[in-house]
């Protein structure tokens, strides 16, 4: 099976800071790997996916992540963020074989701050 | 084009009761799964549907089932509530195949999701 570790559960950052949110997967298979945005109340938004080929990934909202593969990882980043930003952000993964079926991590909430 | 669509919004039941909730996938989408998400937790996986059977089951009693319709729609019950059954339900639908033209990944789509209060 898959597992996913968001090592911040929570992530204070002032408007227009950078800022850095992180994942680390666990698998024994290939993986797709993935950050969803959930704002309160709402479902679950893809910012980004990473499938194969290049390592940086470019989502929506200016947000990137870069897939590591000898330290199992796959952080998210955002050079500027906005008030908008505040939201809950998950990491997910799921194998090749079975794209399907996600283990999500615990998920980290961004605090954007004026 | 509508998205997924889950109904009812919201739920308020009492423990001991039962409950359906449903979930109506993009159209031309074959594959439903439904996720639990507790308060202060990410989502957990409870089953997935494709061409109306099972296809995975995620690590939740028997209480919890759920079936696939003709039209790909799919409802989630859940027998004998308990507290611990408060959560949001979410449901993904995709195009689910892995053989032919579209073998490969094809992407989820999540719906709203249904809060379920059990009092």
């Known amino acids: 099976a898959q597992s996913v570790t968001q090592l911040d559960s929570q992530v204070p950052v002032f408007e227009e800071a950078p800022v850095e949110l992180r994942c680390n997967y666990s698998?024994?298979?290939?993986?797709?790997l993935f950050w969803y945005v959930q704002y309160p109340n709402q479902g679950l938004q893809l910012l980004l996916k990473?499938?194969?080929?290049?390592?940086l990934v470019k989502g929506i909202n200016g947000f990137e992540a870069e897939f590591n593969k000898s330290q199992t990882s796959f952080h998210l980043r955002k050079p500027s963020v906005h008030i908008s930003d505040t939201a809950e952000y998950f990491c997910?993964?799921?194998?090749?074989?079975?794209?399907?079926?996600?283990?999500f991590g615990s998920g980290t909430k961004l605090n954007v701050k004026p | 084009d509508a998205g997924v669509t889950q109904s009812p919004t919201h739920l308020i039941k009492t423990r001991g009761q039962h409950v359906t909730l449903r979930c109506s996938p993009i159209?031309?989408?074959?594959?439903v799964s439904w996720y639990q998400q507790v308060l202060g937790q990410g989502p957990q996986f409870i089953f997935q549907?494709?061409?109306?059977?099972?296809?995975g089951r995620g690590n939740f009693p028997d209480r919890f089932s759920a079936r696939q319709f003709p039209n790909y729609s799919s409802e989630l019950n859940v027998n004998a509530l308990l507290l611990g059954d408060s959560a949001l339900y979410l449901c993904?639908?995709?195009?689910?195949?892995?053989?032919?033209?579209?073998?490969?990944?094809?992407?989820?789509?999540f719906g709203p999701g249904t809060r379920l209060t059990v009092l």
């Open positions: 993904a639908s995709s195009w689910g195949g892995t053989s032919g033209s579209r073998a490969g990944f094809n992407e989820q789509f």
């Open positions: 698998s024994s298979v290939s993986v797709y």
């Open positions: 990473y499938l194969s080929g290049s390592t």
């Open positions: 997910a993964v799921s194998a090749q074989y079975n794209f399907n079926k996600f283990y």
């Open positions: 159209s031309g989408h074959k594959s």
């Open positions: 549907y494709y061409e109306k059977e099972e296809r």
